[in-house]
C-alpha cells in the first residue's frame, strides 16, 4: 500500500507543477479564471496528506515492532 501512495505522491507532484505552470501562463495574458487560479489547491491538499502519511510511516512502523516484542 505505501509503495502505491509513494508513486501516487510524486505524480501528483508532477501534476502540481503542471498546474503551477499553467497558472502563470495564464497570468502572463491577463487576469486568469477562477478556475485556473485554484486549480494547484487539489493536487497541493492530496500531496499533503500522502506526504503526512509518508513522513508518520516509519515512526508508525517502529511502534508495530515494539509491540510485537512485548
Known sequence: MSRIIRQ???????????????????MAFGEPPATITYAPLFPLVLMMLSGLY?????????????????
Open 8 to 26: 501516487s505522491h510524486r505524480w501528483i507532484g508532477i501534476l502540481f507543477i503542471g498546474t503551477v505552470i499553467a497558472n502563470f501562463i495564464a
Open 54 to 70: 509518508l513522513f508518520a510511516l516509519p515512526y508508525l512502523g517502529k511502534q508495530k515492532a515494539r509491540g510485537s516484542d512485548e
